[in-house]
């Protein structure tokens, strides 16, 4: 059985390692990250060309089943790919990644509301964690912003104040106070990404008392399957490699 794993997370590379034996995998990256971890077997980097040239490489790589476990927030390819599912009668299964309790931070429905809420509150000094196709949105701000991303932003997106940070998770509780601290942080913004490697900034940032704007996740395409583990999806494509 062939198995298209649409990856990039922790959860598609650890589900990679959890694949059934009888699975033939090849691992899709997006390829917007120059040096992306890559999980085992055989991989491919790059988009497909929408719905219609996705929907040709499945036939043409005799696919047989697909698994979608990319950023809660890729929600174009999320969205292809269900479609593309749906007209050639593939399996198709959504490994969506928890998301965090937002508690008393301000949600806002994009990067555009999570700016007019930096510019509303007059916040000064903003811990910037929306990703790099976030950052655009606030170019204009006169606030200061500590921007963390693994790999640097375009120059035009960013905000005339800032210090750019690259790093990649895991992140850890007490490095995240430090850093709040240190920066005299006033207020984080980020996307509801889920998951435990970054949930440390909202510990750190509660314990400081510091707001957060918070914008909240795409909506799943309707009708999709979805797994809320890394091992309920293995344990779906295993069903279907192994049926009784």
Same mark, same amino acid.
């Given at each position: 059985?062939?198995v298209l794993l649409l990856g990039g997370t922790a959860e598609?590379?650890?589900?990679?390692?959890?694949?059934?034996?009888?699975?033939?995998?090849i691992n899709s990256l997006a390829g917007r990250v120059p040096?992306?971890?890559?999980?085992?077997?055989?991989? !491919?980097?790059?988009? @497909?060309?929408?719905?219609?040239?996705?929907?040709?490489?499945?036939?043409?790589?005799? +696919?047989? #089943?697909?698994?979608? $476990?990319?950023?809660?927030?890729?929600?174009?390819?999320?969205?292809?790919?269900?479609?593309?599912?749906?007209?050639?009668?593939?399996?198709?299964?959504?490994?969506?990644?928890?998301?965090?309790?937002? %508690?008393?931070?301000?949600?806002?429905?994009?990067?555009?509301?999570?700016?007019?809420?930096? $510019?509303?509150?007059?916040?000064?000094r903003v811990f910037l964690t929306a990703g790099r196709s976030?950052?655009?949105? @606030?170019?204009?701000?006169? #606030?200061? @912003?500590? +921007?963390?991303?693994?790999?640097?932003?375009? $120059?035009?997106?960013?905000?005339?104040?800032?210090?750019? &940070?690259?790093? !990649?998770?895991?992140?850890?509780?007490?490095?995240?106070?430090?850093?709040?601290?240190?920066?005299?942080?006033?207020?984080? /913004?980020?996307?509801?990404? %889920?998951?435990?490697?970054?949930?440390?900034?909202?510990?750190?940032?509660? =314990?400081? %008392? +510091?707001?957060?704007?918070?914008?909240?996740?795409?909506?799943?395409?309707?009708? /999709? =399957? =979805?797994?809320?583990?890394?091992?309920?999806?293995?344990?779906?494509?295993?069903? &279907?490699?192994?049926?009784?």
């Amino acid at each position: 059985m062939r198995v298209l794993l649409l990856g990039g997370t922790a959860e598609a590379r650890a589900l990679a390692k959890a694949m059934h034996p009888n699975v033939e995998l090849i691992n899709s990256l997006a390829g917007r990250v120059p040096d992306p971890a890559l999980p085992v077997g055989r991989v !491919r980097i790059g988009g @497909f060309g929408g719905v219609p040239g996705l929907r040709t490489w499945l036939q043409d790589e005799r +696919i047989d #089943a697909v698994v979608d $476990a990319t950023h809660p927030f890729a929600a174009t390819m999320t969205a292809h790919a269900a479609e593309a599912c749906d007209q050639l009668g593939l399996p198709h299964l959504v490994l969506v990644r928890p998301a965090w309790d937002p %508690g008393e931070a301000e949600v806002v429905r994009s990067d555009v509301e999570a700016a007019q809420a930096v $510019a509303a509150h007059r916040y000064t000094r903003v811990f910037l964690t929306a990703g790099r196709s976030g950052i655009k949105a @606030f170019a204009a701000s006169e #606030a200061w @912003f500590l +921007i963390r991303a693994v790999t640097d932003p375009d $120059a035009d997106s960013l905000p005339r104040h800032h210090r750019v &940070l690259l790093s !990649r998770g895991p992140y850890h509780y007490d490095d995240e106070l430090a850093l709040l601290r240190n920066h005299r942080i006033e207020a984080l /913004v980020t996307k509801n990404s %889920g998951g435990e490697m970054t949930r440390a900034k909202l510990d750190a940032a509660a =314990t400081l %008392g +510091i707001p957060v704007v918070m914008v909240a996740r795409p909506p799943l395409p309707d009708g /999709v =399957t =979805t797994a809320g583990t890394v091992q309920q999806a293995a344990n779906w494509v295993a069903a &279907l490699a192994n049926p009784r």
